[in-house]
């Protein structure tokens, strides 16, 4: 393996899970045990996927030479180049590339809210974390760069071609900031999914195991019920809708349908508003004043319906302590309830539990 030096100082922040000494940690079982991992990290959405990739031999099949061709270049050597260009790495000469060696890098890709911009179109935005080494002021390999992007990575090469260096001290927009806040859960749930000792320096994101599973059982749709309703059931009510989404739950597969009847049966026990996917402002005000007792009226520009609503209702909302969330029905229509804006993160996690598919808008 060989590693080139650059005028940067190491990133090895003692405090960070971002830093070095983390990162070999997880780099060495990776190389060592297993290339690929994917599993489930408490706060982030879906399972995250991390896989140890190296040049040349990742990108030396038929597909990968084929974007490579598509993109301008000769071989995933030049790619490789280009990436430590923008890295300020230093790059191969044609000696080093004919010697043939191997050159990894770390590929975390997870989920995580959408930027309000994002929202506009989409319930969850993806991140991608590229991670090479290198070595600052030292024959050794002692640092890394990363890269980033927030698009989807159909065409591979494409997609490490597109992506830009990312400083975790300084981001430069939304999408980034959100990413790093969600990086560093994910690194302290690789490090616990793989049982790697944390230097006891790094100032943990979260002071929960984020990978022990937590069992279903009716208390946790109690909970769910509790929080979506925000308190506002009969304690016989609750058991009942409990022990019934409970036994909904462990049904098979194959009785979808069934299931989904069952969720849309249980809102309709509560405070919920079932809209079409087209509304006016005037039936949002109406529907979330009955739902949260008292009147909402909210600032919106004219010629403005539906979604393009949500970031004014939102705000009007949140200064109330209270934000919109919806059922997700796969369909053309909306089921809304409006939550406490601090239960929201415990409902998106229980969300996934029971299966009851929730987005925020």
Not at 2 to 16: A, I, M, V
Not at 99 to 114: K, Q, V
Not at 127 to 144: A, M, R
């Given at each position: ?19 070095f ?38 990108l ?40 043939g ?64 260096v ?15 806040r ?48 925000r ?15 409970f036994?909904n ?44 007792g ?17 970031p ?32 929201v ?17």
């Amino acid at each position: 393996m060989s590693f080139f030096s650059n005028l940067f100082g190491r990133n090895n922040d003692p405090k960070s899970i971002i830093s070095f000494d983390v990162i070999n940690s997880i780099y060495s079982h990776l190389y060592n045990e297993q290339a690929s991992l994917e599993f489930k990290v408490k706060g982030i959405q879906e399972n995250v996927i991390v896989n140890l990739f190296y040049f040349p031999g990742s990108l030396d099949h038929e597909e990968g030479n084929a974007e490579i061709k598509k993109a301008g270049f000769n071989n995933s050597y030049e790619i490789l180049n280009e990436l430590y260009k923008k890295m300020n790495i230093g790059t191969l000469s044609e000696e080093m590339i004919q010697e043939g060696l191997e050159y990894d890098f770390i590929h975390i890709e997870f989920y995580s809210e959408p930027t309000a911009e994002e929202k506009k179109f989409f319930k969850r935005s993806i991140k991608n974390f590229l991670i090479f080494f290198c070595s600052t002021n030292s024959l050794e390999t002692n640092d890394f760069r990363m890269l980033y992007s927030g698009r989807h990575f159909y065409d591979y090469t494409k997609g490490l071609l597109e992506s830009e260096v990312i400083d975790v001290n300084n981001p430069k927009n939304e999408s980034e900031t959100i990413g790093i806040r969600d990086f560093k859960l994910v690194l302290q749930g690789i490090c616990q999914h793989l049982n790697i000792e944390i230097p006891k320096s790094v100032e943990l994101p979260s002071s929960e195991n984020l990978v022990e599973s937590e069992e279903v059982t009716p208390e946790t749709f109690e909970e769910f019920i509790q929080l979506v309703s925000r308190g506002n059931i009969e304690e016989s009510e609750l058991k009942e809708q409990s022990e019934k989404l409970f036994e909904n739950f462990k049904r098979p597969a194959e009785d979808y349908h069934d299931i989904v009847e069952g969720h849309f049966e249980f809102f309709e026990n509560i405070d919920a508003w079932n809209s079409d996917w087209k509304f006016d402002p005037e039936d949002a005000e109406y529907f979330i004043s009955e739902m949260i007792g008292e009147d909402l009226n909210f600032e919106y520009p004219e010629e403005t319906y539906s979604h393009d609503l949500f970031p004014y209702i939102q705000s009007a909302l949140e200064k109330r302590g209270f934000e919109l969330m919806s059922y997700n029905t796969n369909g053309d229509n909306y089921l809304f309830f409006v939550a406490n804006k601090e239960d929201v993160d415990r409902i998106l996690e229980l969300s996934e539990l029971t299966k009851i598919e929730i987005d925020q808008l």
